[in-house]
């Protein structure tokens, strides 16, 4: 699969809310943090725990993907999520870098 496709495939198993299927596509070390700031989560167990609390806390949870774009093994995102249909929503810039076929570190800037 190329960058673009391992990127589209987790985002659709975020927007089922298939904790396990979405994170088959991270690799076990993977980093999520803020854009040039503080990591948020490292390793694939506190992104499952992230993702698991995100999914009970708002089961009708789902995200837009309103542009992407891929260079190499980087994938940007501009996203829309909307924790259910009356809100709230947020929009964020999501920047994956994948290596080895798995996503390695995802950057958020929001």
Partial sequence: MSPLE???AQFEAYNT???EGMLAFYADDC???ELNGAVLQSGKGEIRARYAKTFADYPRNRARSLNRMALGAT????EHVSRSP????FEAICVYAV???????VDFAQ
Wanted: charged share 20%; net charge negative; hydrophobic share 50%.
């Fill in 6 to 8: 391992i990127v589209a």
């Fill in 17 to 19: 809310q298939d904790l």
């Fill in 31 to 33: 980093v999520v943090a």
């Fill in 75 to 78: 994938v940007i995102d501009q």
């Fill in 86 to 89: 009356d809100g709230p929503h």
């Fill in 99 to 105: 290596k080895n076929g798995l996503i390695a570190r």
